[in-house]
């Protein structure tokens, strides 16, 4: 596994994260679910959004995964699941509140719910977006594309979200998440 500087250098910014996650949703490039367009604009004051340039159809990168509507930035997100995924015994939120400057409530909701692979649509799990081992972290270089068009193995923090799992997240955005 490569090592915090080389994960920082490639994950540090939340742009290097969209495009993480836009690769990973549109391995060919982008394709507008509702028309099939493969044109988007990025939205300046939304940059995880892209709308299709033909029918306007706006998605998010985050979309279905743990990240969806989350104020905190996709850096911390994933530096937050390379921490978790280095130490098997898993980390605390306090630890986490500490490493990533953020709120004791954020680094809880963050470990929660990277541990539990909650993902906003059931339907449409993690897939393997936060394969804390080599071939997220580190290891993918030049294979990343092929590997991303591929199906996505499932992992430890893909398992799809228990029902009181959902039941706490539902009622943790309702006072405000977003
Ligand atoms: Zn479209």
Do not use: N
């Not at 953020?102 to 393997?128: C, F, I, N």
């Amino acid at each position: 596994m490569a090592g915090l500087l080389d994960f920082v250098a490639r994950f540090g910014a939340e742009e290097r994260c969209i495009e993480h996650l836009a690769g990973l949703r549109w391995p060919g490039g982008f394709v507008c679910s509702g028309c099939g367009g493969r044109a988007a604009w990025r939205l300046k004051a939304r940059p995880r959004v892209y709308e299709c340039a033909t029918c306007h159809r706006q998605e998010s990168v985050t979309a279905g995964t743990v990240f969806h509507r989350t104020r905190t930035g996709l850096a911390k997100w994933f530096l937050a699941a390379y921490l978790m995924g280095r130490d098997k015994r898993g980390v605390s939120a306090k630890f986490l509140q500490r490493e990533l400057g953020v709120t004791y409530q954020t680094a809880w909701t963050m470990a929660h719910k990277l541990r539990h692979g909650l993902s906003e649509d059931p339907a449409r799990p993690l897939r393997g977006f936060l394969e804390a081992d080599e071939t997220f972290i580190g290891g993918r270089g030049d294979r990343q594309a092929a590997a991303a068009a591929r199906p996505a193995p499932t992992r430890a923090w893909s398992s799809p979200p228990s029902r009181r799992c959902r039941h706490q997240r539902t009622r943790r955005e309702s006072t405000g998440t977003r």
